[in-house]
């Protein structure tokens, strides 16, 4: 079986990285009986300049995106997708547009307890964000979700207090600008494949077995 490691690159308040992460997760599923992945996320803000208490979301989407109908359109066509795949979108309920930095944070902490761990509190956060309009920019909010997870929420709101990880996380976001991410989420196949935006299951799969082909292809030819 040939092992291949993805990397996502991502944020939290991203509904197409939702998306991606449901569409990544069927596509594994699709490849598992050939194919071993191990799954890490890295940090990436899109909206770096919010301050920490957030903002007005549903104003500043509209700003953002030319209006309050063309948001509701956004909204009906992400709806219909995550339908697909198990997400039920509740956008009215955000109420509040989060800076993330402390939300990667916590995925960082999340990401030293082992993948499952990592993985686990990114769905939560998605979740959270999207479905229940719980305002994951709250540093209480977000001790929940640890908690909620399996984490230490003592230790969390110990280390949301303090700046730990603050530089790690920072400098991550800034590598991945470097190296020309420009749009989330952003797929990074064993260090050296690329895959941007949302994909299909059927076309992560697909890309997935050509990569393990070469790799073992690559493997034969050095044994």
């Known amino acids: 079986m040939t092992s291949i490691r993805i ?9 197409w990285c939702y998306l991606g992460k449901a569409r990544l997760e069927l596509a594994i599923a699709e490849v598992q009986d050939s194919i071993s992945t191990e799954v890490f996320w890295q940090p990436y803000q899109l909206n770096p300049d ?5 903002v007005d979301h549903q104003k500043e989407l509209a700003e953002k995106l030319g209006g309050v109908e063309n948001v509701a359109r956004i909204h009906e066509n992400l709806k219909a997708l995550g339908r697909e795949v198990g997400i039920a979108y509740d956008f009215d309920a955000i109420k509040i547009g ?24 990114v769905s939560a956060l998605f979740k959270a964000n999207f479905e229940e309009g719980r305002n994951i920019g709250s540093r209480a909010v977000l001790s929940e979700i640890a908690g909620e997870c399996g984490m ?5 709101t110990a280390l949301l207090g ?8 920072e400098q991550a976001i800034a590598a991945a ?18 895959i941007s935006g949302a994909q299909t ?13 070469e790799k073992s292809s690559e493997q034969q030819k050095l044994n």
């Not at 990397?7 to 509904?15: F, L, N, Q, R, T």
């Not at 916590?106 to 509190?121: F, N, R, S, Y």
């Not at 303090?162 to 996380?169: E, F, H, N």
Request: charged letters at 25%.
């Open 177 to 194: 600008r470097d190296m020309g991410v420009a749009g989330v989420p952003f797929f990074i196949i064993d260090g050296k494949y690329a």
């Open 50 to 54: 919010y301050p920490p208490e957030g």
């Open 98 to 121: 989060p800076n993330t930095l402390d939300a990667h944070r916590l995925i960082t902490w999340a990401g030293i307890e082992g993948p499952d761990m990592q993985d686990a509190v």
């Open 152 to 156: 230490d929420s003592r230790v969390i």
């Open 162 to 169: 303090s700046d730990a990880d603050k530089d790690t996380v």
């Open 201 to 213: 299951p059927d076309m992560l799969a697909n890309a997935f077995r050509q990569i393990a082909a």
């Open 7 to 15: 990397d996502i690159v991502s944020d939290v308040v991203c509904p």
